[in-house]
């Protein structure tokens, strides 16, 4: 067993419906989407990422997610979450009963400024106040840093500047503390670095990370992540969110491979990765129908 | 740079053209294969294994390596190599002058009946003969163990059987010793664990690896072989070999991958992996009109 772990518990977040599909180009509607959610949740999925409350002029991909979020006969003990961009978003998880949301903000400049259209200052003072909103009504929250590991535009990101972000973020009393490698740079070095850090201000058992298999580094920088006592990632069912015959492309490390790892070192998920394979398999199917 | 290195240039070996096409659906012709092969060539790839000298019945993939190979316009420098699988084939090498060939054998007794219809014993015979009479002609080899981190039907193999293989194959003076991860079954502790062993009886200068990303820890897997010293690696066009949406496919470690990940590490491979994108591009599109 890894050093610095308290469990043998691993917690997946299936992000699949999220991030994973606002990168395919196909836009499958919010009942084929609440289909694809309800097999993963079968396939006991603890948490999920149902979608985002963001334009659907901007993210065409996630039109419809409040529609997903009144489809879904919801199962008890499951966390299903949003990604929110903005108050907006906070304020329709507010009026929708969405139990979780997730507030992420870019440790980037300029990743900030094109993501968001702010610059990271006034994108982390925004992000506070739309924590402390959802908090304020009783919504679960997961504040993460975007681009913890690098930037595409910038490259290197100090840990000063994540470490900064993340306890501001921290103030707010989120549930957990997210740090995405979002542009797929990070190597385990990096991951084992910054980790070591962050962990000592928020704890290690309340970092969440969401990691993208970009350079291929996925299951390398998780199981750097699993040695320094990290419990909590994103996963992605098949990876999507990348074709993997485009450099460059960022998927996120995948659901089955992730499982299959934690579990041939005597971690457990609960997960039944036959069925999210099964889950794969028609999502494959409705992304190259949608396609063609 | 890592531990154990004695210089920041690694040596990477494209068996996208044998390993990574005999694995897939679609046949490509001889011609088509030499021209891929020229590609990658031109990519400034210093070593390409072209095919492999075995009964295009049990391969059909592979028919025609004898055309390929007369084919080429050989480039100065460029180790070229065919994989042979019997003295017949070491026999053919010999008529065509082939340069360099690969003999392996599994350290899995059941993987060596199902893939070459004898026991682990006397396929190492067989080999160590075939090996003899190359190195007598003036062909270079390399000599290796499949299998050599576990084995889907046998489960985990241990380090002592492939000490001892490799050992009875560098007897018969083979230029390097393969070390292959079959089936993908490696993690970077059996990694080490095995390299470490195994180089001190032959010398980690010496080591070659094939790793598949069967699991997803193909990088991994190479960041743990980089930390031991190893610094000659087989890779794939496009991680070739094995659909990345089938759980089980068993595809090579990328060429592009690894050269970002080297890079990113301060080694150097001379590889132009703009050109290696372009190569597949190819691939992708040869593979999918071949297969409708």
Chains 1, 2 share one sequence.
Request: glycine share 10%; with cysteine.
């Amino acid at each position: 067993m890894p050093e610095g772990s308290a469990t043998n518990a691993v917690l997946l977040q299936e992000v699949g419906p999220r991030d994973g599909l606002q990168n395919e180009p196909a836009i499958l509607s919010p009942e084929i989407r609440a289909e694809l959610i309800e097999r993963l949740v079968n396939a006991r999925i603890g948490r999920i990422q149902i979608g985002s409350f963001v334009s659907p002029r901007r993210v065409p991909q996630m039109a419809g997610t409040d529609k997903i979020w009144r489809l879904l006969k919801k199962k008890d003990g499951v966390r299903y979450s949003v990604l929110v961009l903005n108050q907006r978003g906070v304020e329709q998880a507010i009026a929708e009963h969405v139990p979780h949301v997730e507030v992420y903000v870019s440790a980037s400049e300029t990743h900030s400024k094109k993501n968001s259209g702010t610059g990271a200052a006034e994108a982390l003072s925004a992000s506070k106040r739309m924590i402390e909103s959802a908090v304020k009504n009783g919504i679960g929250v997961t504040a993460g840093v975007m681009c913890a590991f690098g930037c595409f535009y910038e490259g290197t990101v100090s840990v000063e500047r994540v470490i900064e972000m993340a306890s501001a973020l921290d103030e707010t009393d989120p549930a957990e503390i997210g740090l995405a490698d979002t542009a797929g740079m990070a190597g385990p070095d990096d991951i084992k670095r910054a980790v070591d850090r962050v962990a000592q201000v928020v704890g290690v058992d309340r970092l969440a990370l969401h990691l993208h298999d970009t350079r291929g580094l996925g299951m390398a920088n998780l199981l750097a992540a699993l040695e320094m006592g990290v419990r909590r990632f994103d996963t992605s069912v098949g990876g999507l969110g990348g074709c993997p015959f485009i450099p460059g492309a960022a998927g996120n490390i995948s659901t089955e491979q992730t499982v299959a790892v934690l579990e041939s070192r005597g971690l457990q998920t609960g997960v039944d990765v036959e069925k999210v394979h099964r889950a794969r398999e028609m999502v494959d199917r409705l992304l190259t129908e949608n396609i063609s």
